[in-house]
């Protein structure tokens, strides 16, 4: 049998990981700035992480939601401890569009209305509802196509408004900072705009933190910036350094009902011990602060390139907008300096490491950037 050939692939077999580098199977090492698309939040094979989900494998690895589950509840726990949103409600998934879906559907249960609000690049997921609400037709499936999704210009405040004039809206639901749309941070009056109008018409505010969430920009939401709460944050990607875990947090005013969401897989004994071990690390290692101060140093360092034509993000979360004529910047970084960044179309370098990368190995990457764009 063949795979299904969907993914354009480097030809780079990766057969080992630890921390920020990984290994292929010549044993070349390379310097993983992309964390596979934003997932690896606490470093490749981290010592605690493994032990943690080994010693619950050797005890049970799964069981269903008909039973207790006491390690949901210890997740549940530590993640309001760190986020700082104790009074939510935790409903464990397995994925970010699975995430995206069940507060979309929640929002809609919640208030019984049906249009959502989404933004222009936006990327929410490729499940039903998720990618309907995402900004690209090419991905969107005729059955996918539902006329309950209105898309609004990004940072357009007389838009919104108007919008909410012309449709019982839902739920709005924006990222913190636009992953696949190129590294957009939300500006913090249009995220406090979308509270406020969300408050007056009983419309429900969906923070999707898959890409942005998780520490990875200095604060445990990238929304949190705005000074606002969301009503559900949808997050996935670093949940689990790896383990396929996702779920959303939920406001204390949204009750819930037996039978109103559910999932075979969400919320495993496994899946809890991943999600558990990453929070441990980034607290005991104060994680978040690490990606504040090297996303900050980064983003310095990298505005003082006269080539580069904009620099956007937020802590380890940084967008390198090129011109098209470093087309083959990113390129050149994997293959000839063994650097995995990513992209977004149409020219822009995604960095989206471990919040644990050092001080050491952003240089590297900037020794690097500036060889590359010296050669260019
Ligand atoms: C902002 C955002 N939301 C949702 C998703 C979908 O997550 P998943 O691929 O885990 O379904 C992604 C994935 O890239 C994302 O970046």
């Known amino acids: 049998m063949k795979l299904f050939d969907v993914y354009p692939i480097n030809p780079i077999n990766i057969v080992k990981g630890q921390g920020s580098l990984v290994f292929d199977d010549k044993g070349t090492e390379y310097l993983d700035l992309y964390g596979g698309h934003a997932v690896i939040s606490i470093g490749h094979t981290n010592p605690h992480y493994v032990k943690r989900l080994e010693d619950q494998l050797h005890q049970i ?32 998934c397995n994925s970010g569009a ?31 509802l998720a990618v309907a609400a995402t900004d690209n037709p090419k991905i969107v ?36 900072i636009q992953g696949v749309g190129g590294i957009q941070v939300a500006p913090v009056n249009f995220l406090q705009k979308i509270r406020s109008l969300c408050d007056e018409h009983n419309a429900v505010f969906i923070a999707d933190s898959v890409q942005c969430g998780y520490g990875r920009t200095g604060k445990f939401f990238s ?17 689990g350094n790896g383990f396929p875990v996702g779920g959303i947090i939920i406001s204390p005013k949204i009750a819930p009902s037996y039978g109103m969401l559910g999932t075979t897989f969400g919320g495993n004994h496994l899946a809890c011990a991943a999600g558990l071990a990453v929070l441990e690390v980034i607290e005991k290692d104060n994680l978040m602060q690490n990606a504040a101060e090297i996303g900050d140093y980064l983003i310095t360092e990298l505005k003082k390139f006269d ?49 644990n990368l050092t001080k050491a190995h952003a240089d590297r990457f900037l020794e690097a950037f500036t060889q590359t764009l010296n050669n260019a």
Do not use: C
């Not at 939601?65 to 939510?88: C, F, M, R, T, W």
């Not at 470093?326 to 149409?346: C, M, Q, R, W, Y």
């Open 61 to 92: 690895g799964f069981y269903s939601n008909s039973i207790e589950i006491p390690l949901q509840k210890q997740l549940a726990e530590k993640l309001g401890h760190v986020s700082g949103k104790e009074d939510y409600q935790l409903f464990l």
């Open 307 to 355: 080539q580069v034509k904009e620099v956007r993000g937020r802590g380890l979360m940084i967008g390198i907008d090129l011109p098209e004529e470093l087309a083959n910047v990113k390129k050149d970084l994997l293959f000839k300096h063994h650097i995995f960044t990513g992209e977004a179309k149409p020219n822009v370098i995604r960095l989206l490491p471990a919040l």
């Open 141 to 176: 499936a005729p059955v996918n196509e539902t006329g309950n999704v209105v898309f609004l210009p990004w940072n357009d405040e007389a838009a919104l408004e108007q919008a909410f004039k012309d449709h019982e809206v839902s739920s709005v639901i924006i990222e913190g």
């Open 223 to 239: 929304h949190d910036f705005a000074g606002v709460n969301a009503d559900i944050y949808s997050m996935a990607k670093g949940m």
């Open 98 to 128: 699975e995430a995206n879906e069940n507060a979309l559907k929640l929002a809609s249960f919640y208030n019984g209305k049906k249009k959502v609000i989404a933004f222009t690049k936006a990327f929410h997921g490729r499940t039903s």
